[in-house]
């Protein structure tokens, strides 16, 4: 048992310093045959030691960013590796003489770890200032914190598990997280959930109990372009609709500042106006965009949002002609 935990450690550090070796070599470097490295490589991936093979003569690689140094261990891991310190000197007859170093080697790298993860996360922790729901204190440490604990997950490609506040009741959900993004007043997670198996948006201010899960992912690009193919594209939206919408000539240079995840059609037009057209899927999410630029956007198409925001400002006119 000993000498294949020495030769499947061997392996996982072949394979990170060599993507693409081939099974002939992994078996004269670990000097055994090619039916035990593919033994191996079975309960490797049993242990979800994220390493496949590519295909014929294409070898064996890692899928995401996995690596064996930094160790990607969780802290019960970690301990219970440890552990086998306070056994080692009623084994140390049946292991070979390399085995001792090798684990203090071991022990030494992720005690190293550990303690960059929690320098990062010190550093890190001060450049983020998130939006807090109303009913909040202005304590924001645990919003960092799991601002934080999404981006190490992000980076190391895992699986996270937490609770979820949605329409006033909690559950637990389980995300990929594929990226953060900047909303004006808070931080939103675009990430695979594991109950719809879908990607969703997720607010982050309303994610608790965060914990990454040992489990890798592989980010599917499509996915992502998929979603990011409309700006306006938020779970739930099955219908699409097609803006247009004339800006005051003094107010162009701002809407060309604006960050889009899709490039609109933008013209501009002879006496200095700009024509925006999007195809979008939240009406109502891009009705609060162009409010906040008053009279100085005018929706030309289509006519059901021209009346809805001619709705909105009578309520508006009629809440305040009250006083």
Not at 63 to 84: K, V
Not at 237 to 247: G, N, V
């Amino acid at each position: 048992m000993t000498d294949r935990l020495i030769r499947l450690m061997r392996i996982i550090t072949l394979v990170q310093a060599k993507p693409g070796i081939l099974a002939r070599e992994l078996a004269q470097r670990c000097e055994t045959t090619e039916r035990t490295i593919y033994r191996d490589m079975e309960a490797l991936s049993a242990m979800h030691i994220p390493i496949a093979n590519m295909g014929h003569g294409q070898g064996y690689m890692f899928i995401s960013h996995f690596a064996m140094y930094p160790l990607n261990w969780s802290d019960e891991e970690a301990q219970a590796f440890m552990h086998l310190a306070e056994v080692m000197e009623n084994i140390r007859p049946l292991l070979k003489p390399a085995f001792e170093s090798a684990y203090e080697k071991v022990v030494a790298a992720s005690q190293k770890n550990k303690t960059e993860r929690v320098e990062w996360s010190e550093q890190i922790s001060g450049l983020f200032k998130a939006g807090l729901p109303a009913w909040q204190n202005e304590n924001n440490d645990s919003q960092n914190q799991s601002l934080i604990t999404l981006l190490q997950a992000g980076i190391s490609q895992n699986t996270i598990e937490g609770e979820y506040l949605s329409q006033g009741k909690k559950g637990i959900v389980r995300i990929d997280p594929y990226c953060l993004i900047p909303r004006e007043y808070r931080f939103e997670l675009l990430g695979y959930c594991h109950l719809s198996e879908k990607l969703r948006i997720f607010q982050v201010s309303r994610l608790q109990k965060i914990r990454i899960l040992p489990r890798t992912f592989r980010k599917e690009d499509y996915l992502m372009q998929s979603h990011f193919r409309i700006p306006w594209a938020y779970e739930g939206s099955t219908e699409w609709t097609a803006f247009k919408i004339r800006f005051a000539p003094h107010a162009v240079e701002r809407v060309m500042q604006e960050q889009f995840f899709i490039r609109p059609v933008l013209t501009i037009e002879p006496e200095g106006s700009l024509l925006f057209e999007a195809i979008l899927s939240d009406v109502d999410e891009f009705l609060v965009w162009i409010s906040k630029y008053g009279p100085d956007a005018e929706i030309l198409e289509p006519e059901i949002c021209r009346i809805k925001m001619k709705e909105r400002l009578n309520d508006w006119q009629q809440l305040y002609n009250k006083s």
